[in-house]
C-alpha cells in the first residue's frame, strides 16, 4: 500500500465473527516485502461453498482449480496467496496450486479439493511451492486473525481494506454475512486482479448457494470497472459454515430464502462498490444509470460503453459536463437506441432531451454536482422498460502515473 | 492547432492534382477563430463516389445525409465543415444540411443529392445555417487553393495537415490517387471526428468503386484505434472523376482493377496510421500482429483488445515489456485462445512462448526497441491460419490533459 490511500476510500466497518470460520494470517515471503501475504481461513466441516471466476480465456491455475472443485460444494479450508498471481506460469503453475492444497488437506485431514486457493501478483512467474508450503506450515500454528488483518493480507497495491458485513433473518434466526475484497491498484507488472471472500454462518445447500452468489454477480461484480481490462484471476467465492442453525437453505421457497439473496447482493454491492473507490487515480465514484432500453442486456451493455469510455471518464476527472461524450459511448455501444429519443441527466438535471439540448437549462447545480465526490449520470434510451446501473471512477493522470511512470 | 505538433507527425507530402476536381476554402466563422474552416470540392460531371460511415447507433445529420446520396453513385460537389459537427441537433441539424445541399445545387446547377456533406467540431449546437450559406457563397468566389489548404481547413484539433498520394496503372493509363484526412484530437466538448477524402481521376463505376472502398477500409480504417471511442461523424467518401480516360473499372475481371484496389489500400493504410500518429498524446506508433487466431475475424477483435486495453498502452508509454498485460486483453476478448499455446513478442524478440516466459532472453534488444518511436506487438495464438494488423498509439499523460485538464 505505497500509493497514497484514495480519496474516495471507506473505513473498515466493526465486522463480527462468523461462526464455523476462523482467520489467520503469515509471511510467506512472495515478494521482499515485511508485511504479511498469505491468509488462511478454516471451515468447519459441513461448510457449503459457491464461486464466481473470471470470464477469460487465459485464466490462472488457481481460477482452473477453483472451477473444478466447485461442483462438490464443500470447503474447509481457503488460502491466498499476495504478491504473485502464478498466473501464466504451465505446469509448474498447476503444480504450485496441487501442492498448496495437498499440504493443507495433509495437515487438517481433507480432500485437497476441500481446499480453495487464490493468488493475486506479479503474473508469469510460478508461484515458489518452497515458499507456500513453509508459509502453511506457519500459519496453521499462527494466532487468529480479525477482518481487517485478512483484507489488508490480501491486498496488492489496494490503498485501503476493504470489507462489508449486513445480517439476516432466515427460518427465524439471525444470520451473518461478512465479505473482504481486493481490487485494481497495480504496481507494472502486477495486473489488476479482485479477490472476494464471503463468509456466512447460515446453512445453505451449496447448489442454491451457487444460484444465490450468480445472481447477486450479476447485479454487483458484473457492474463495475475501473479501466475495462478484465483479470487472469479475478474470483469471488462464498462459504456457509451452517452454525446458525437454521433449516439449510435449498430454493426460493424456503423461509428466508429471498431475504438472504437480498443481504447477499447487499454485501456484493458493498464490496464492489469500494473496488472502484480504490480504482487507480480515482478522484470521482461515478453511477451509471440507464433506462428505457430495449432489455436489461441491452441497457447494460450501454452503461458498460459508457463507464469505459475514455472521453466520459475524462471529463468526469475535467469536471466537465459533457453530455456529447455520453450520446458518443451510447452511439458505439452497438445496442439499439434512438438519437431522437434519448436524454440525459447529470445528478437531478437534465442536459439534454429528446435529442437535444435543454435550452438554457440552469448549469449551477450541475457545475456543484460535478465537483462532487460522487457523480451520477442518467440515461433514457425512451425505447423500452429495460434499465441498468453499474459503477465506475474518473481516468485521471493518477492512472497514467500508477501504470505508465513506474517501470516493471 | 493549438497543441503542440504531435512527436509522430509527418511532412505533407507533395501532391499532385487531381483532373476533374478542384479546391477551395474560405471562412465561414464556425466558431471565433481566424482560419479557414469551410472546405469546398468541385467534381467534374461523371464524377462517382463511394463511402463509408461510422458505426455509432446515434450519427450525425451529414451522416444520415451521405448514407442516403451514396447509392445514387454520382458527385458533383463536397462541402466540408470545421468547428461544429452539427450532431446530435435535431431537425435543425437536418435543416442545416438540406440547406448546404439546395444552396450548392442551385449555384452550379445539380440535384441536391450530388452534394456530399460533412462536419466536424462541436456536439450538440445546430449548424448556423446563415454562415453556411455565405461560406458557400464566399468559396464559390475563391481562388482555387491546394491539397494542404484543404487538409489544414477540415482540421480541428489535429496537430498537423493530413494527407497522402499513390499512383496505379489502370487499363495502360497511370492514374492518380490522393487523400486527405482529419483524425483524433479534441479540447472538450468537440468530440474526436475521423473524416477522410479520397480522389482519384480513374474512371470506376460506383458500385465497384463502394466495394473496393468497404474492403480497403476493412483493412485500414477499421484496424485503428486511439481510445476506442467511436464518433458521431466518422466519414470516409472517394471521389472518381474519370478523367484519366480509362475504361471504367466494373469488376476485378477487368484489367488493372487489382492494381487499384491494391494502390487504394495502400493510399488508406496511409491515411489511417496518419491519423493514429496525431492520435491524442500520443509518443509512440504501435503496431500489433495477431496471428495463429482461429479466424481472421477472431485475430481482429483480439487485436483490437490489446489496442483498446489501457493497461497495455500506459505499459507501452513507461517503456514497459509487460507482456502480462498482453496476455490479459487476448485473455479478456472473449475469442477461442489457449493460455498454453500463445506466445508474444516485442519486436523481434520472443518475451513468451507457449504459455510461458522464455527463461533468459536478450532484454537489451527489448529495451531499445521499446526506447523508439515505432512499437511492434507480435501475437501467435497458435489455433490457426488467422491473422490481423491494427494500429494504436500510446495512453499518456498528454491524453489526460487534453480530455480532462481542458474544461469545455
Given at each position: 500500500m505505497s500509493e497514497p490511500i484514495s480519496p474516495l476510500a471507506s473505513p473498515f466497518p466493526d465486522m463480527p465473527a462468523v461462526a464455523g470460520a476462523r482467520l489467520a494470517v503469515t509471511r510467506a515471503g512472495y515478494k521482499a516485502w515485511e508485511r504479511t501475504d498469505l491468509t488462511y481461513a478454516a471451515l468447519d466441516a459441513g461448510t457449503t461453498v459457491a464461486g464466481?471466476?473470471?470470464?477469460?480465456?487465459?485464466?490462472?491455475?488457481?481460477?482452473?482449480?477453483?472451477?473444478?472443485?466447485?461442483?462438490?460444494?464443500?470447503?474447509?479450508?481457503?488460502?491466498?496467496?499476495?504478491?504473485?498471481?502464478?498466473?501464466?506460469?504451465?505446469?509448474r503453475g498447476r503444480a504450485a496450486v496441487e501442492a498448496i492444497a495437498a499440504r493443507v488437506a495433509g495437515h487438517i485431514g481433507c480432500e485437497p479439493s476441500d481446499v480453495f486457493v487464490a493468488s493475486t501478483?506479479?503474473?508469469?512467474?510460478p508461484l515458489p511451492i518452497d515458499k507456500a508450503e513453509a508459509g502453511i506450515d506457519a500459519v496453521l500454528q499462527a494466532p487468529q486473525a480479525g477482518w481487517r488483518d485478512a483484507a489488508e493480507t490480501i491486498g496488492t497495491t489496494d490503498t485501503?481494506?476493504?470489507?462489508a458485513t449486513t445480517r439476516a433473518v432466515v427460518d427465524g434466526r439471525t444470520v451473518t454475512?461478512?465479505?473482504?475484497?481486493?481490487?485494481?491498484?497495480?504496481?507494472?507488472?502486477?495486473?489488476?486482479?479482485?479477490?472476494?471472500?464471503?463468509?456466512?454462518?447460515?446453512?445453505?445447500?451449496?447448489?442454491?448457494?451457487?444460484?444465490?452468489?450468480?445472481?447477486?454477480n450479476r447485479e454487483t461484480f458484473s457492474c463495475i470497472t475501473v479501466d475495462g481490462?478484465?483479470?487472469?484471476?479475478?474470483?469471488?467465492?462464498?462459504?456457509?459454515?451452517?452454525?446458525?442453525?437454521n433449516n439449510p437453505l435449498a430454493s426460493f421457497d424456503d423461509a428466508g430464502a429471498d431475504a438472504f439473496q437480498a443481504a447477499l447482493t447487499d454485501l456484493c454491492r458493498q464490496l464492489a462498490?469500494?473496488?472502484?473507490?480504490?480504482?487507480?487515480?480515482?478522484?470521482?465514484?461515478?453511477?451509471?444509470?440507464?433506462?428505457?432500453?430495449?432489455?436489461?442486456?441491452?441497457?447494460?451493455?450501454?452503461?458498460?460503453?459508457?463507464?469505459n469510455s475514455p472521453l466520459?471518464?475524462?471529463?468526469?476527472?475535467?469536471?466537465?459536463?459533457?453530455?456529447?461524450?455520453?450520446?458518443?459511448?451510447?452511439?458505439?455501444?452497438?445496442?439499439?437506441?434512438?438519437r431522437d429519443l434519448l436524454s440525459i441527466r447529470f445528478g437531478n438535471v437534465q442536459v439534454a432531451r429528446h435529442g437535444l439540448a435543454v435550452e438554457g437549462f440552469d448549469e449551477a447545480p450541475v457545475a456543484a454536482h460535478l465537483k462532487g465526490q460522487d457523480i451520477e449520470i442518467g440515461v433514457d434510451l425512451?425505447?423500452?422498460?429495460?434499465?441498468?446501473?453499474?459503477?465506475?471512477?474518473d481516468l485521471t493522470h493518477g492512472y497514467i502515473s500508477i501504470n505508465a511512470d513506474y517501470r516493471s
Open positions: 464466481v471466476t473470471t470470464q477469460s480465456k487465459c485464466p490462472s491455475p488457481e481460477v482452473e482449480w477453483c472451477r473444478k472443485a466447485l461442483p462438490l460444494g464443500q470447503a474447509r479450508a481457503l488460502v491466498v496467496n499476495a504478491g504473485n498471481s502464478n498466473a501464466f506460469t504451465g505446469n501478483g506479479v503474473i508469469g512467474v485501503f481494506p476493504k470489507g454475512l461478512v465479505g473482504i475484497i481486493k481490487g485494481s491498484g497495480m504496481i507494472a507488472p502486477d495486473m489488476a486482479t479482485m479477490l472476494g471472500f464471503i463468509f456466512t454462518d447460515a446453512a445453505i445447500e451449496a447448489p442454491f448457494l451457487q444460484a444465490m452468489l450468480e445472481a447477486a481490462d478484465t483479470s487472469t484471476s479475478d474470483t469471488v467465492l462464498a462459504f456457509a459454515t451452517g452454525k446458525a442453525g462498490q469500494l473496488v472502484v473507490r480504490d480504482g487507480e487515480g480515482a478522484s470521482k465514484f461515478i453511477q451509471i444509470s440507464v433506462e428505457g432500453a430495449t432489455g436489461d442486456a441491452s441497457a447494460h451493455r450501454i452503461a458498460m460503453s459508457i463507464a466520459v471518464k475524462t471529463a468526469i476527472a475535467g469536471e466537465d459536463a459533457n453530455w456529447g461524450r455520453v450520446v458518443m459511448a451510447v452511439g458505439k455501444a452497438g445496442e439499439p437506441a434512438e425512451g425505447l423500452g422498460e429495460g434499465r441498468a446501473t453499474v459503477w465506475t471512477c
